[in-house]
């Protein structure tokens, strides 16, 4: 196998590598943001939506269930 031919399969991989995990990332996101919003209060997500939870609470799945 040539230098050129395994250069050209390296950057394939590379890319496809980085497409396949900005897929994931898509994917991963909503799921990621609605469990971290679970742990959070109504107040805490209504006085700053995007923020992290500042105290973990699992009182929303206690009156879920």
Request: proline residues 5%.
């Amino acid at each position: 196998m040539s230098i050129e031919k395994k250069m050209k399969t390296t950057i394939f991989t590379i890319l496809k590598t980085a497409f396949l995990l900005s897929v994931l990332m898509f994917y991963f996101f909503p799921i990621a943001w609605m469990y971290l919003s679970s742990m959070r209060s109504n107040g805490e997500i209504l006085m700053n939506p995007m923020g992290f939870p500042s105290e973990i609470s699992f009182e929303n799945y206690i009156e879920a269930f």
